[in-house]
């Protein structure tokens, strides 16, 4: 059932990103080209997705637990660290010279168009490598401390 729901949640989302226009790179970089081609859509889709993500977890967490799970699993901590910052600035950068984000790539791998499987895998090395990094880090702080 949990992966029933998953597909169909993300059907709805990739039908929303492909709806917005978000799959398609140009859009998106035209929001960052200020002085050019400006296209202030991504705004609205922004807001309108971050509005239901408020409302959806308003709702959500009024639950005991959720419905296909046994607890909420919610971040531990709101402190601003340092992979935080370098995490989210890769992921600005790349954005901005792709044009793609995960949630507009995915859905756009149906389009044909080889740009999204190029940054999909490039997404995914860079996946596999962070966690490489971060396990290699894990255990080598224990024999240092």
């Known amino acids: 059932m949990r992966h029933l729901s998953a597909l169909l949640i993300g059907m709805v989302f990739g039908t929303g990103i492909a709806i917005s226009g978000m799959a398609n790179p140009a859009k998106v970089l035209n929001f960052f080209d200020i002085a050019g081609t400006f296209d202030p859509s991504l705004v ?13 977890y308003r709702f959500a ?17 709101n ?13 600005g950068i790349g954005w901005g010279i792709s044009g793609f984000c995960p949630g507009g790539a995915i859905p ?3 389009l044909g168009s080889v740009d999204p499987l190029i940054f999909v895998a490039a997404m995914s090395v860079g996946i596999v490598a962070a966690r490489t990094w971060r396990r290699q880090g894990a255990k080598a702080a224990p024999a240092t401390a």
């Open 44 to 56: 609205i889709v922004m807001f309108s997705a971050m509005f239901t993500a408020m409302a959806g």
């Open 108 to 110: 756009a791998l149906g």
């Open 79 to 91: 402190l601003i660290d340092r992979p935080l910052v370098l995490g989210a600035a890769t992921f």
């Open 61 to 77: 967490l009024r639950r005991e637990r959720p419905v296909l799970e046994a607890s909420f699993s919610l971040p531990s901590t």
